[in-house]
């Protein structure tokens, strides 16, 4: 069973539109997070929730918008989509924070053309 | 002062051979060091991580070395096999802080065989 998933797993899209990236972890933990992968490999943290309330917030347009409707499933969702936001998109869970390990998605490889 | 810088961008050895990566931190309040690994289209996987009380940690050919003083600390993996070829993530974070993970820029390895 995989642990942590995302879907869809490619999402090709024009700018201006909006999307949704879907994430479910299986593990039980309390806590998930979204980061953004760009195309130099830079991994950044965007949101954080804990037991479905935000807990880290970074500095992301507010085009971008988590939502936890419960705590094993965190979505991402994205208005009027530019070209900046291409990147792939990473789901992540942990037990709790700080020094827990976390556990990755696949990645949402997402493109705005 | 939240910033993990890592070295070098790039790393190509032999087989066999040791490959070490480099980090350096200013913030003296991050307490926990993790690295994680990331193989191509994958998300990136803890490897190992070591706290500020402890200067060495080894697991199997994965080896951290920790210098608080020089706010730096260095993974090395020794006997590097091609199926190390990955890029690679020093990260730090503090407790009872922002409780985030800051990554560093990433080292891809390329090991020849």
């Known amino acids: 069973d995989t642990a942590v998933s995302q879907t869809p797993k490619y999402l090709v899209t024009q700018m201006g539109n909006d999307k949704s990236i879907k994430c479910e972890q299986n593990l039980g933990h309390d806590t998930m997070y979204w980061y953004k992968q760009d195309s130099k490999k830079f991994l950044k943290i965007m949101f954080s929730?804990?037991?479905?309330?935000?807990?880290i917030n970074e500095t992301v347009p507010n085009r971008f918008s988590p939502k936890s409707p419960d705590k094993a499933h965190l979505n991402l969702h994205i208005n009027s989509l530019e070209l900046g936001d291409s990147a792939v998109y990473f789901c992540?869970?942990?037990?709790?924070?700080?020094?827990?390990?976390?556990?990755f998605g696949p990645g949402t490889r997402l493109l705005v053309l | 002062q939240q910033q993990v810088k890592q070295s070098p961008q790039s790393l190509i050895v032999q087989k066999g051979g040791i490959s070490i990566i480099n980090c350096a931190y200013e913030n003296t309040a991050f307490d926990y060091f993790p690295w994680y690994q990331q193989f191509p289209g994958k998300g990136p996987a803890l490897l190992i991580a070591i706290r500020p009380d402890v200067s060495e940690k080894k697991e199997g050919r994965f080896t951290i070395s920790f210098n608080k003083s020089a706010k730096q600390f260095s993974l090395h993996i020794m006997d590097s096999q091609p199926g190390d070829s990955a890029t690679y993530f020093c990260?730090?974070?503090?407790?009872?802080?922002?409780?985030?993970?800051?990554f560093g820029k990433g080292t891809k390895l390329t090991v020849n065989p």
């Open positions: 929730y804990n037991n479905k309330e935000l807990i």
């Open positions: 990260a730090a974070s503090i407790k009872g802080g922002s409780e985030k993970l800051v």
């Open positions: 992540a869970s942990s037990q709790g924070t700080y020094e827990e390990t976390q556990y």
